[in-house]
């Protein structure tokens, strides 16, 4: 999933020598051995090549990302909620004839 990200002042003393700036960052997948999470991540320029950031959203912190999600806009939760519930016991019924 593509995401926008922004770089701004953090303060008004920086803002006219700090310019906003947007960079195209991802949500996705990360999974390494038993490790497994929503790694989000973004490339920006920087002297003599480029910075990396990125984060992870792991499993035990799901919860308050749903109630996070709730907060912002109900609606669009449940939807989302719905949609990955539908998406998945869609899944389900093939995984289990593959495993027959």
């Given amino acids: 999933m593509r995401i926008e990200v922004e770089r701004k ?29 929503l790694k989000i991540s973004f490339v920006t320029p920087a002297p003599g090549g480029e910075s990396y950031f990125s984060s992870h959203v792991r499993p035990d912190r799901f919860e308050e990302l749903a109630r996070v999600m709730m907060e912002v806009h109900p609606e669009a939760a449940i939807r989302a909620f719905g949609a990955a519930i539908k998406d998945f016991s869609a899944e389900k019924p093939h995984e289990e004839a593959d495993a027959a």
């Fill in 9 to 37: 002042p953090a303060n008004t003393e920086t803002a006219a020598t700090f310019r906003p700036k947007k960079y195209e960052g991802r949500i996705r997948l990360y999974r390494f051995n038993d490790f497994v999470s």
